[in-house]
């Protein structure tokens, strides 16, 4: 817990609170004077074959962001804890992104050239 004053309006606010780390913007900036534009990129796992991968996707807009990460996580399973993903699967939501970087795991996972 962190006290501050804003640069802005001269308010203290609490530098690393919920609130602060939600809405981004300049550290020194209270909540009610912080503006986030930019979209955040989104990192996901992209389960091709034996070797998992990651992806770093960019959106248009935040509400592209979070519904297709709300996809992907009931997609992917997580939160169900032992049960089949499947019977969880949501629709696939009409969003456009663009894939920025993939990172993929040794694809010479046998050790042969």
């Not at 992209?46 to 960019?58: F, I, R, S």
Request: charged share 25%; hydrophobic share 30%.
């Amino acid at each position: 817990m962190k006290i501050i004053n804003c640069s802005e309006c001269d308010v203290q606010f609490d530098q690393h609170s919920r609130e602060k780390r939600k809405v981004g913007g300049i550290s020194t900036h209270c909540v009610d004077c912080s503006e986030e534009t930019v979209v955040k990129y989104a990192g996901v796992a992209a389960g091709e074959g034996k070797q998992g991968a990651v992806q770093v996707l960019k959106f248009d807009s935040n509400s592209d962001r979070e519904a297709y990460l709300k996809f992907w996580k009931a997609s992917s399973g997580m939160h169900v804890g032992k049960q089949c993903q499947m019977q969880f699967r949501a629709k696939e939501p009409n969003v456009k992104f663009k894939t920025i970087a993939t990172f993929t795991g040794n694809v010479n996972h046998k050790g042969k050239a």
